[in-house]
């Protein structure tokens, strides 16, 4: 089920998507803002693909997409960081 109601039934944001019960984003979650300045905390294992057009498009596994002004490049980055997070690396010696 699409749209409004559809988020709405999955405990959803009717504007955005982003769940009701998670406040300030998660462990997984990535910081991006809407072209409208609403701050959304993204899943970063649901993502599916980004798009610059100018601004980014964020496609997400379940079909919904952001457009937010965050550039793909700051996505990645921030995707990059929490996954280096989870890793010890070793001693580069």
Partial sequence: MNGERGREKNGLSPQSGVSLTEEGGGKKMIKVTRLSGE???LNIFQIESMESIPETKIKMMNGYYFLVK?????????IRAFINGCFVWGDKK
């Fill in 39 to 41: 701050v959304l905390y």
């Fill in 70 to 78: 965050d550039s793909a490049d700051s996505v990645l980055e921030q």
